[in-house]
Nanobody, 124 residues
Framework: QVQLVESGGGLVQAGGSLRLSCAASGLTFSSYAVGWFRQAPGKEREFVAAISWSIGRTNYADSVRGRFTISRDNAKNTVYLQMNSLKPEDTATYYC?????????????????WGQGTQVTVSS
């Protein structure tokens, strides 16, 4: 059974940092691209960042480029999202998702497996 478990969310002041983790089990992790998406109340799901399965190519939304960094540790079956210079508009539930042999797409439809999400709240 495939599981993706996010952790690391919480409450932080604007300008602060958080590091989210996405731990995977039940799949050959190195064969999957992993993406982070977020959804705020009343808003649509939004792409944040992704990392491809093979060469680890990264892809970022314009709104987070330069502030967020995605990385992966295949030995630990984990992908990280380092979030710096957080803004109140970053407040959302953050989800990780896995896409077999994926290139790190920004389109959520490519991703077969999803985690339950972790809440990030940035206060002003």
């Amino acid at each position: 059974q495939v599981q993706l478990v996010e952790s690391g969310g919480g409450l932080v002041q604007a300008g602060g940092s958080l590091r989210l983790s996405c731990a995977a089990s039940g799949l050959t992790f190195s064969s999957y691209a992993v993406g982070w998406f977020r959804q705020a109340p009343g808003k649509e799901r939004e792409f944040v960042a992704a990392i491809s399965w093979s060469i680890g190519r990264t892809n970022y939304a314009d709104s987070v480029r330069g502030r967020f960094t995605i990385s992966r540790d295949n030995a630990k079956n984990t992908v990280y999202l380092q979030m710096n210079s957080l803004k109140p508009e970053d407040t959302a539930t953050y989800y990780c998702a896995a896409d077999e042999k994926g290139a790190g797409s920004s389109w959520f439809g490519w991703y077969e497996y999803w985690g339950q999400g972790t809440q990030v709240t940035v206060s002003s």
